[in-house]
């Protein structure tokens, strides 16, 4: 059974840059999908970015993020990671990290259902 633990609450100004971890009780080596959520207040969770492997690591990031949003993996600490550059007061949310043995790709990184195993999510604030 994995387990995926974030870090804690972040705020920061706009323009300012954070960096989200999740550790995992799993080697990330064993997942095939990988990604990291946006709920924003009153809105439904969202996928901004995702590793999926397909014989090697793709990244996908939606058009919200993409430029200023990395993802990343560091598979001998199970960690994955989110490097959050030039933050809006629309990113404002809870972010959750989240993590599937199934394959997702563009069609589906981003779509909250093929992920079986989520971390607890971190409020994050953009003032």
């Known amino acids: 059974h994995v387990q995926l633990v974030e870090s804690g609450e972040e705020s920061v100004q706009a323009g300012g840059s954070l960096r989200l971890s999740c550790a995992t009780s799993?080697?990330?080596?064993?997942?095939?999908?990988m990604a990291w959520f946006h709920q924003a207040p009153g809105k439904e969770r969202e996928g901004v970015a995702a590793?999926?492997?397909?014989?090697?690591?793709?990244?996908y990031y939606s058009e919200s993020v993409k430029g200023r949003f990395t993802m990343s993996r560091d598979i001998a600490k199970k960690m994955l990671y989110l490097e959050m550059n030039n933050l809006r007061p629309e990113d404002t949310g809870v972010y959750y990290c989240?993590?599937?043995?199934?394959?997702?790709?563009?069609?589906?990184?981003?779509?909250?259902?093929?992920?079986?195993?989520w971390g607890q999510g971190t409020q994050v604030t953009v003032s």
């Open positions: 799993a080697y990330t080596g064993t997942m095939t999908s």
């Open positions: 590793i999926v492997w397909e014989g090697g690591d793709t990244h």
């Open positions: 989240a993590v599937d043995r199934r394959w997702t790709g563009a069609t589906w990184f981003h779509r909250a259902e093929r992920y079986a195993t």
